[in-house]
């Protein structure tokens, strides 16, 4: 099963990961867990929910699932009646999450703490693709609007006093913002860079990510201005390079033709700096599996990290109504392990982007397999 990508001999091969720990990671991405977690993300703008948990140091988002055959007892994973030799802690609930902003909006419903040190937000909470017959099948960016857990926008000076005090109260170190898509050509980074400056003139030097579409090519200025702002990274997030997952699984962002996506990738990288910049590609589309590590290996060569996560069915999706669920965990630890082996190989690791997703790395499992 394994591909030859072009860049497979790029630099000298990593130490070997322990493929155990991989694999036990993996189940537990797919099957998830019976705990009762305090920190846990229950839908919202792209395509992972889940428990937040700290696996050997490590931040990992994992499904909450009763079903489950592991469990979370006294700090450790039990299969049955054994360990399986993964110290894990739940997250605590911030503090900063008690407080409300002078206009009356609760700061848990500007900016969630994901794992145990990373703020995120969604700073527009609509998105124009969201229609039924356009709306990536795995995202309910509107349906936390609509259950009230959000406001539809966070503006800059709200942004900056949430991150003010999740620094100071509960010690976050980096920060994601992302953005549902809006209607201008930039696909809201204009909104996202008022944003991380508000964001560091009450924080400064607190590392950014910055995800959002590709801005349109008479915008791709776009992106400068979201490094001018003081954004260390950008995630522009294609999910898959096939057209025809892209068609069945994304309509409306599937209207963006790919060629579109390698400028905008291309133009990050020349401003942000290679790996500096990254993609979701979500393992369990249908993708055939050979062809998504050959691709995953031209983002690499390209400068970005593609973030391999699984598809997780999550509640209020179109994707769930119809049935759809999680790839297997082999699936899930194969096109892993051999991404992880070409990022291994080309220096790439997600730890060095400061902010974001690959950065994080919760979930997924790349971090797991030594990317
Ligand atoms: S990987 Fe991204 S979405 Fe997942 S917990 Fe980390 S910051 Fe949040």
Redesign the pocket.
Known sequence: MSVQTENADVGPAAPAVDGDAIGLRTRLAVRGVRVDAPVRRRGGA?P?DDGHLVIGGA?A?LPLNPASPYVLRDGEVWLGDQPVGLHVTTVARPRFYDLTTADGVPYEQIARL??AD?L?TTVVQTCIRYAEADRCRFCTIEESLRDGSTIAAKTPAQLAEVAAAAVRLDGIRQM?MTTGTTAGPDRGARVLARSVRAVLDAVPGLPIQVQCEPPAPADLGAITLLREAGAVAIGIHVESLDDEVRRRWMPGKASVPMAQYEAAWDEAVRVFGRNRVSTYLLVGLGEDPDELVAGAGRLVERGVYPFVVPFRPMAGTLAKRDGAVAPSAELLADVSGRVAELLRRAGMFGADQQAG?AA????GVLQAAGA
């Open positions: 792209g992972s931040n988002t994901h794992g990373v995120a994601v997703c994080c790395g919760a979930c």
